[in-house]
C-alpha cells in the first residue's frame, strides 16, 4: 500500500468491519491483502463510541471481546487473525424512550444487558432536571455564543493545549504498581462495600462485583498515573472509592423520592453503626476513615462532624 503514492490501487471493503475500526487494503501493484486497524481499534489509546444504545447484535459481541480480552478478532477476505484493543472506553447513551424513568433500572432504561454495563468500571446517570439558576446560565451562555460566534470570557486560566499532550505523553510513561502493604488496605475497603450493599437489601440498580474490586484497581492506577508517580499510595484507592460511590450515587439519588441525607448526618450514622457492629463505644480513627471515604465524603466532612 505504502508503494502507491498517489493513493489509486487503494481499495476499501468492509461495511460493518469499517465501523468496527477495521479495513481491508488491497495493493494492486503488488497484489497484496492486508488488515490494518483502523480508528475504532484505538490500541493503546481511548475509544469513544457516541448512541451507545443503537448498537447493533453483532457490534455488541464484538465489544464484549474488546472489553473482556482486551482483543478483537477479524475473519475477512480469507485473513483469519486477532488484534490488540488495549484501550479504554468512553460510552455515551440515551434512554430508550426518551426520557428516563426512575421507576426502572439503568438497564431497562437503555435498553442494554446488564452484562455489558457492568464491564464499565464508571457509570455516571445525568438527568436533566428543571432548575432556575442552571437553565437561566445556559440559556444565557448558548444566546451569548449565538449573538457573538465565540464563548463568553472565562474568569481562569486554562491551560495550553500543547502543555496538555505533553502532559498525556509524560503520564502515558509510567506504569504504577500497587505496593504490597497496601493489599489489605484494598481488600478491607472491597469488604466494605461488599457488606455496606449487603445491608441496603433495597434494589439500588448496582452491584459490587469481583470486576468492582478490578476497576478499584485500575482507577486507583489511574489516580497514581495522574500524579506521575510509579507507586500506588492510600489517596490514590481512597479517589477510586469515592469515584465509585458517586458513579452509584447518581443511579441511586435517581430512584430516590426523599431529599438527600446530609453529608455530617450521614457521617455520624457510619460511626455510630460501626460502634453498635463492633460493641465498643471508643472507635479508632484510623478505623472509621476508610468507611467514610467508601461512602463517598471526605475527610475534610469526618473532621467536621467530629
Known amino acids: ?129 428543571p432548575d432556575m439558576e442552571s437553565d437561566r446560565m445556559m440559556a444565557e451562555h448558548v444566546a451569548y455564543v449565538h449573538q457573538h460566534g465565540r464563548h463568553p470570557t472565562l474568569d481562569f486560566d486554562v491551560f495550553d493545549p500543547e502543555f496538555i499532550r505533553s502532559y498525556i505523553a509524560q503520564a502515558r510513561r509510567v506504569e504504577p504498581h500497587v505496593p504490597e502493604e497496601l493489599t489489605d488496605y484494598i481488600v478491607n475497603a472491597y469488604v466494605s462495600m461488599r457488606g455496606e450493599e449487603n445491608q441496603n437489601s433495597a434494589d439500588t440498580g448496582t452491584y459490587t462485583t469481583a470486576r468492582t474490586l478490578l476497576g478499584l484497581l485500575r482507577l486507583a492506577q489511574a489516580s497514581a498515573r495522574m500524579r506521575l508517580n510509579g507507586v500506588v499510595a492510600q489517596e490514590d484507592v481512597d479517589e477510586a472509592m469515592r469515584l465509585m460511590h458517586m458513579s452509584k450515587a447518581s443511579i441511586q439519588n435517581s430512584r430516590r423520592t426523599t431529599a438527600p441525607v446530609d453529608p455530617i448526618s450521614d457521617i455520624y450514622s457510619t460511626i455510630r453503626d460501626f460502634s453498635a457492629a463492633s460493641g465498643n463505644v471508643t472507635i479508632q480513627y484510623s478505623d472509621i476513615l476508610p468507611r467514610v471515604l467508601a461512602k463517598g465524603r471526605t475527610q475534610q466532612q469526618l473532621n467536621e462532624c467530629l
Open 1 to 129: 500500500v505504502d508503494g502507491c503514492a498517489d493513493g489509486s490501487g487503494v481499495l476499501h471493503e468492509g461495511g460493518e468491519a469499517v465501523c468496527h475500526g477495521l479495513q481491508i487494503l488491497e495493493d494492486l501493484c503488488c497484489s497484496v491483502v492486508a488488515v490494518v486497524p483502523g480508528g475504532g481499534v484505538a490500541d493503546m489509546g481511548i475509544c469513544c463510541i457516541d448512541e451507545f444504545d443503537k448498537m447493533e447484535e453483532a457490534d455488541r459481541t464484538s465489544i464484549h471481546e474488546v472489553m473482556e480480552q482486551q482483543t478483537i478478532s477479524i475473519a475477512k477476505a480469507g485473513i483469519t487473525t486477532t488484534l490488540n484493543a488495549r484501550t479504554s472506553i468512553l460510552a455515551a447513551a440515551n434512554p430508550a424512550y426518551g426520557r428516563y424513568n426512575p421507576n426502572k433500572s439503568p438497564f431497562e432504561n437503555f435498553n442494554l444487558p446488564a452484562s455489558l454495563l457492568s464491564r464499565f468500571d464508571l457509570m455516571f446517570l445525568i438527568i436533566d432536571r
